[in-house]
């Protein structure tokens, strides 16, 4: 049981046009997503993630713009261990590849590529209602840091790159987190899965020390679905996520065109290739957005995972 609710909730995984619609570097929050880890247990996992973003609305509105687009592939890799009963920790590292492709009158075209390591995350997780055989629920609650490891003052022709090109974010931030379950619902072979995240932006420097700060807008993120278990080694999933995040500020003043919110359908399915050994797949599919003024955005999401776990360490 507790190897099929582990890994229900690790998904795809989530930059401004004027920038695009994300944070720079890899979807860090939108991949801390499983619940905490069994004492003496170790889980490893390691996701490819491949992010097109084609789109361009104005708040609700599409636009028939096809003169841009980015692709974003990361690669995470996830280390969860249970310290006793009730905490565990979660680390996750990540490397990040982006292309970002500009057309413009007269056949000019304009393509430039970044890749590095990205940002990192350590969280310390509660549970607060351990998952039993019998009891078949749990809650977990917890919090951590986003460390900067990702560069965020890349340069192209001596031109500081955008920050949704950069790697990394350049600032320390603040993570918030909280994850529930209830197998057996309805007394069928069905998990229901709630997950909540928060992150609180810091500040860096990337114009320089003598130019003001900048900030990544503040970001919520909370996913609920339905995990279905078969008799076979194959399970489904189904889950919405919601996303909003605030404007980006420079020297403290809103940005324009940053900012908005994102609502995502998410299937998946879980393959036992053996044992603790399990493949996830899944696909992110935007169903509505409503942004602040003009920007790029996400058109789908794919993902592979595969997730190790060690038992009794």
Not at 26 to 49: C, D, F, H, Q
Not at 105 to 133: C, E, H, R
Not at 145 to 169: C, E, F, H, R, W
Not at 193 to 199: A, E, G, P
Request: aromatic content about 12%.
């Amino acid at each position: 049981m507790k190897k099929l609710i582990i890994i229900f909730f690790i998904p795809f995984v989530n930059q401004i046009y004027s920038q695009a619609c994300c944070t720079a570097g890899s979807p860090l929050l939108s991949s801390l997503e499983t619940s905490a880890t069994e004492k003496g247990n170790l889980l490893l996992g390691i996701s490819y993630v491949y992010n097109l973003l084609d789109d361009v609305y104005d708040e609700t509105f599409y636009l028939d713009d096809q003169t841009r687009n980015r692709i974003s592939k990361s690669i995470l890799l996830q280390v969860d261990y249970g310290i006793t009963g009730k905490i565990s920790i979660s680390g996750l590292f990540t490397y990040i590849n982006q292309e970002r492709n500009i057309s413009a009158y007269q056949g000019f075209t304009n393509t430039v590529t970044t890749s590095g390591i990205g940002d990192a995350v350590l969280l310390a997780k509660y549970n607060v209602i351990p998952l039993t055989m019998m009891k078949e629920q749990e809650f977990s609650i917890g919090g951590g840091t986003k460390i900067p490891l990702g560069k965020s003052d890349l340069t192209s022709n001596g031109v500081l790159l955008p920050a949704d090109m950069q790697p990394g974010t350049g600032s320390w931030d603040f993570i918030l987190w909280s994850y529930f379950s209830q197998g057996r619902l309805f007394d069928l072979p069905l998990n229901l899965v709630v997950n909540l995240s928060y992150r609180m932006n810091g500040t860096n420097k990337r114009f320089g020390s003598n130019n003001g700060t900048y900030k990544f807008g503040n970001e919520l993120i909370t996913q609920g679905g339905l995990g279905y278990r078969t008799d076979l080694p194959v399970d489904f999933t189904l889950f919405t996520r919601l996303r909003i995040t605030d404007k980006d500020e420079y020297k403290k003043n809103p940005i324009p065109n940053t900012g908005g919110t994102w609502l995502y359908i998410i299937p998946g399915i879980n393959v036992k290739l053996y044992k603790s050994v399990i493949l996830r797949l899944t696909s992110e599919i935007p169903i509505y957005r409503n942004l602040q003024g003009t920007q790029l955005t996400t058109t789908f999401v794919t993902s592979a995972s595969i997730y190790y776990t060690i038992n009794d360490l």
